[in-house]
């Protein structure tokens, strides 16, 4: 069986390691003719790590990251709210 996936997105391309890893073959078709950085930023919430993370991305991802930072608000005089 090879499944086709239209759209080479994060969700397509999450789809086709799914796939692999389960050893079904998956073919991705894309629109764009190319793949190319935005120059823009991504927030992964804990539930899309915890995907990419069962795919074995969690390595790569952290390396290429900038992990949780403790934050928060504080008022004029510094008090923590
Ligand atoms: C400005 C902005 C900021 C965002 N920031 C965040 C964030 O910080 N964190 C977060 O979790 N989400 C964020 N999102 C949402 C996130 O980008 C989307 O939820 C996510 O990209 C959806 O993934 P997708 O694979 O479903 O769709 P897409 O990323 O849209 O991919 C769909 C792909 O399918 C292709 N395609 C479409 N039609 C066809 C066709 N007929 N044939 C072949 N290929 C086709 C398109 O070219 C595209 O590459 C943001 C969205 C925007 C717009």
Do not use: F, W
């Not at 090879?2 to 073919?27: C, E, Q, Y």
């Not at 950085?37 to 790569?60: C, K, N, Q, S, Y």
């Not at 934050?71 to 004029?76: I, K, P, Q, V, Y």
């Amino acid at each position: 069986m090879d499944v086709a996936i239209v759209g080479g997105g994060i969700v397509g391309l999450s789809l086709a390691l799914n796939l692999h890893k389960r050893g079904l073959k998956s073919t991705v078709y894309e629109a764009a003719p190319e793949v190319k950085e935005l120059g823009v930023g991504i927030t992964l919430l804990p539930h899309a790590m915890r995907e990419l993370a069962a795919l074995g991305l969690r390595e790569p991802l952290e390396q290429l990251g900038i992990g949780r930072r403790p934050g928060g608000c504080e008022s004029r005089p510094g008090d923590r709210m």
